[in-house]
């Protein structure tokens, strides 16, 4: 079974920057999708990003274009989330999640493994 492990939130003021990884493993199939969602209190859940294994296409989601990046290492099994020019705005749990096969079209549903949580505050 596929298992992920965030790791990286913390406490930053407006204007900082954090990174975000996501550990996977278990996977038995080289297409697969790794993405970041987040949820802010009283919000629904939004999917932030996406990096697909098999082609490398990344998905960033509008509001957070320009500003946050995702790459994974070689081997496609870490996945981060580089996120600058944070705003208050960005203060929510972030998640990451998979799926076997993917390429992370509509990845917004339909992923099936998920890690805990990392809580990111921003200050203002």
């Known amino acids: 079974e596929v298992q992920l492990q965030a790791s990286g939130g913390g406490l930053v003021q407006a204007g900082g920057s954090l990174r975000l990884s996501c550990a996977a493993s278990?996977?038995?199939?080289?297409?697969?999708?790794i993405a970041w969602f987040r949820q802010a209190p009283g919000k629904a859940r939004e999917g932030v990003s996406c990096?697909?294994?098999?082609?490398?296409?990344?998905y960033i989601t509008e509001s957070v274009q320009g500003r946050f990046t995702i790459s994974s290492d070689n081997a496609k099994t870490t996945v981060y989330l580089q996120m600058n020019s944070l705003i208050p705005e960005d203060t929510a749990v972030y998640y990451c999640?998979?799926?076997?096969?993917?390429?992370?079209?509509?990845?917004?549903?339909?992923?099936?493994?998920w890690g805990q949580g990392t809580q990111v505050t921003v200050s203002s």
């Open positions: 999640a998979a799926e076997e096969p993917h390429d992370c079209t509509d990845y917004g549903r339909g992923l099936d493994f």
């Open positions: 278990g996977f038995t199939s080289d297409e697969h999708a």
């Open positions: 990096i697909a294994s098999g082609d490398g296409g990344t």
